[in-house]
T-cell receptor, first 117, second 109 residues
């Protein structure tokens, strides 16, 4: 079974702090994704990575950056946390992307509920 | 872009009842997944079903790609089935998957 883990289930930070959210997958997947989920807005893609050190912006990249130094690990970074970044953050991975001819079936981690005070 | 609509938005049932959840999409898709989001927020993969029918225990799903819809069936509902059910679709031109707004299912004992 695919296993995707996230470093924290709950996190409370102060405005202006630098925040790191970590995600690790154990199935040698090429692609990893960061989403945020907000009531009434659904799940929105922040960034994804299709290879080590490669990344692409999603729908809402502003205020975020990402890092993928190793294939199994994908980090989401909030350079200076703000209250409007309080949200549920979900990491996912997939073996293939559609543009590569694959299925893009995505598997999700347990999520991190981030509160920025 | 592609639109994904789920119905009904909310569903309240007694334990033991059967239910059908629907997902309509506005364009051809190559990927369709059903997820269950449990009360702790985790998205659990139920089915990867771009076409055809699959069954897993009390759950089954059917996707009719030519008519642009998918159905999720839950039989003999249990309280642990409560949560939000999402469908998500993908196309060959995009790397991301698009989520519907979900169906919130509440199973009463």
């Amino acid at each position: 079974d695919v296993k995707v883990t996230q470093s924290s289930r709950y996190l409370v930070k102060r405005t202006g702090e630098k925040v790191f959210l970590e995600c690790v997958q154990d199935m040698d997947h090429e692609n990893m994704f960061w989403y945020r989920q907000d009531p009434g807005l659904g799940l929105r893609l922040i960034y994804f990575s299709y290879d080590v050190k490669m990344k692409e912006k999603g729908d809402i990249p502003e205020g975020y950056s990402v890092s993928r130094e190793k294939k199994e690990r994908f980090s989401l970074i909030l350079e200076s946390a703000s209250t409007n970044q309080t949200s549920m953050y979900l990491c996912a991975s997939s073996l293939y992307l559609f543009r590569d001819g694959g299925s893009n079936e995505q598997f999700f981690g347990p999520g991190t509920r981030l509160t920025v005070l | 872009g592609i639109q994904v609509e789920q119905s009904p938005p909310d569903l309240i049932l007694q334990e033991g009842a059967n239910s059908t959840l629907r997902c309509n999409f506005s364009d051809s898709v190559n990927n369709l997944q059903w997820f269950h989001q449990n009360p702790w927020g985790q998205l659990i993969n139920l089915f990867y079903i771009p076409s055809g029918t699959k069954q897993n225990g009390r759950l089954s799903a059917t996707t009719v790609a030519t008519e642009r819809y998918s159905l999720l069936y839950i039989s003999s509902s249990q309280t642990t089935d409560s949560g939000v059910y999402f469908c998500a679709v993908g196309t060959s031109s995009a790397s991301k998957i698009i989520f519907g707004s979900g169906t919130r299912l509440s199973i009463r004992p």
